[in-house]
């Protein structure tokens, strides 16, 4: 019995979500093998042998992988699935591309956004926004698994000296072709890796007012920036600051919110923060329900006196 993780990686690097799919895929028993199926991505393979937990790295090739198209990525998983007991997927846009097309393929049950591994083939997973644990028993011989990255440590990247195989690529659809993307390039830290986020409300009022509060914090800590759902609904920050249910997941080692009440969509994205710093002028914000240190203010005047302490 062994486990397949399909690496998400940008052919020069590994990234993140990877590292903690292959703790998850470890726990699952038996070996550990990473698929990292891209163009020109010997450097991702050479990293990715060196991930400790490693066994095997089977680097495939071919311009169709370059840019992660489900469908050449995914028929390449499916022509290798018969030798797996597990298929495990980031849990990020890469994985939930990929993952469903696999296990309708293979025509077996998804077991979606998992995390902890109970037994090979039991697994807990949060539902109606993380305010109750389902544990999901699968009786499919090919589990076909998406692993919610917050809910591992990552596997070490160093340690490991697996062996790399580069068989023969699956072919490539003819049917699909690349044609372009367009990528926000920030200088933070990338929001689902950060290890601090600082993020606004709904409460900021305006985008203007958003970023003349929220950026001089994030340049004090260092940090990534976020945002509520209601923030970017209003347009006060861009799509994918979103943190939350509907936006992204995140667990960074500090969580700093500022004007943001705390629904159930947020804390779903947030709370499994290391620490979690609310500042609300309404002391029964359902935030302060998950923070670790509140503070009850107005938020124009806390902040910018955070920052000057800071």
């Known amino acids: ?125 949060p539902i109606y926004a993380g305010n109750a644990i389902a544990t999901v028993q699968s009786t499919d011989a090919i589990k076909v698994i998406t692993v919610r990255t917050t809910g591992f440590d990552a596997a070490a990247t160093e340690g490991g000296s697996a062996s790399v195989e580069t068989p023969v690529a699956a072919g490539a659809s003819a049917d699909v072709h690349f044609m372009g993307s367009e990528i926000a390039r920030n200088d933070r830290p990338e929001l689902t890796a950060a290890k601090i986020i600082v993020s606004g409300g709904r409460a900021l009022g305006s985008s203007e007012k958003f970023m003349e509060i929220m950026t001089p914090l994030a340049d004090k800590l260092g940090a990534a920036m976020g945002a509520s759902r209601a923030a970017v609904d209003a347009g006060y920050a861009p799509n994918d600051w979103q943190v939350g249910q509907t936006g992204k997941i995140v667990a960074p080692q500090l969580y700093v919110a500022c004007g943001i009440s705390g629904a159930i969509q947020h804390l779903a994205g947030m709370k499994d923060s290391k620490v979690i710093v609310a500042i609300n002028k309404d002391a029964e914000a359902p935030i302060f329900s998950v923070a670790d240190y509140g503070l009850e203010a107005d938020l124009f005047v806390a902040v910018p006196e955070l920052v000057a302490a800071l």
């Open 1 to 125: 019995m062994s486990s397949l993780v399909i690496a998400e990686h940008d052919n020069s690097s590994i990234k993140p979500s990877t590292l903690n799919t292959i703790t998850a895929a470890a726990q699952c028993g038996g070996d550990v093998h990473v698929l990292v199926a891209g163009h020109n991505a010997g450097a991702a393979a050479a990293a990715a042998a060196q991930i400790a937990g490693v066994a095997k790295v089977i680097h495939v090739e071919g311009e169709g992988f370059g840019h992660g198209l489900a469908e050449n990525v995914g028929a390449q998983v499916v022509s290798m699935a018969s030798a797996y007991s597990h298929l495990l997927f980031p849990a990020t846009a890469f994985g939930k591309n990929i993952a469903p097309r696999v296990a309708a393929k293979l025509d077996v049950a998804q077991v979606s956004d998992i995390t902890k591994v109970d037994s090979p083939d039991t697994f807990e997973r």
